[in-house]
Structure formats: C-alpha cells, structure tokens
C-alpha cells in the first residue's frame, strides 16, 4: 500500500506537486510513495467527482489529497467553502484520512516568492525585468499578485520562453519551500507534516 494519492487538476499542478514531495527534509516530513493523477475535466472535474474518481483507489493509498484552482473550478464560493466541501464528500465515500486544498486564485500564486530561483526559471535569469513586472502588478491582501498566472506568461512571452509544465518542476525542486507563505501552501505542508512525520 502506497503511502499517498494526490488528485490534481492539470499538468502544471501534477509537475510542482511531483517536485514538492521529493523535498521530505524541506517539508519536514519522512520520504514518501505517492501517485498523482490529473483528472481529465481539470479544476470543474476534481471539485465535481473527486470523489468517485478517488474511491476506485482506496484499497491502494493511506491518504488521499486533491488540490485544484478556485479560479477554474467554476464556483464563487471562497476557497475555505470549497475545501470543507470537498472533505466532506470524501469523507462520505468512505476516505477517513483525505483533505483538500485549493489554490486561491491559482497555482501559479506559489510562483512568486523572494527567491533568486524565481527569475532564473520564469525569466531566463533577468531578475530586473521580474522585479519591475512584480513591482507593477496589481496586488492581493497577501502582497501577491493578484493575477499570478497572467504575469507568468508575460514574463514567459518577453523572454520567449516556451511555456512547459517542467518549469514548475524546476521552480518545485529549487525555490526555498520555507520562503512561501500562501495559506494554501502553508496547509499543505502542515498536512503532510502531520500525516508523515520525519523519523
């Protein structure tokens, strides 16, 4: 029995994942044996069946984890509404041991965080250019950009970097995961602190 199945809602989400959890000591948690798996409806489909999709499953993993964008998944209710939500309607199928996180407004939120990494990936290394897009972008209650996602790809653009899923997997495996204070991120690592604790 594998320790942990992740349900993501894309590609994107499946490469930083991939690069988070091979970081147990940054995690502070003991090695793990994980599968991911990107639903086929994305953020609409993981929030709508996650479980029925995962339930398939249960026989095979301890825990179960789905993660998918608030911004995609085509509801208006905050991100906190849709976690208990989804929670509980795994709970109900029968995964005692699962959680939800929700990326608010969406994965590329964890992108941006005070790292030398961050430029070197997004911006071929000009941290001028991605301090001064930063400096401009419009700004949540966390000081992050508002529109994450988008001033990726414009960084990308100007730098006709093509734009790949790997280059979340750099960002996964480099960038300081202790640096990063999305609350999102901040209840995933708590989560898989308190499932697997370091030995």
Known sequence: MKDLIVLVADKNMEH??????????????????????????????VLNTAPNFLRLHMAKYRYALVLFDREGCGCNETAEVLEGRVKRELQQSGWQNAEAVILDPELEVWVFVDSPHVPQVIADGDEQLCS????????????????????????????????????????AQKVSLSNCSDPAFLKLRKILQEWFPPR
């Open 132 to 171: 001064q897009k930063l400096a401009h972008a419009k700004k949540n209650r966390l000081n992050k950009p508002a529109r994450p996602k988008e001033l990726m790809e414009t960084l990308l653009r100007e730098k006709r970097i093509p734009r790949s899923s790997s280059l979340y997997l750099k960002l």
């Open 16 to 45: 930083a994942l991939k690069g988070i959890l091979r970081r147990s000591e940054a995690l502070n948690i003991r090695p793990i044996t994980f599968d991911i798996f990107i639903h086929p409806r994305r953020d609409p489909g």
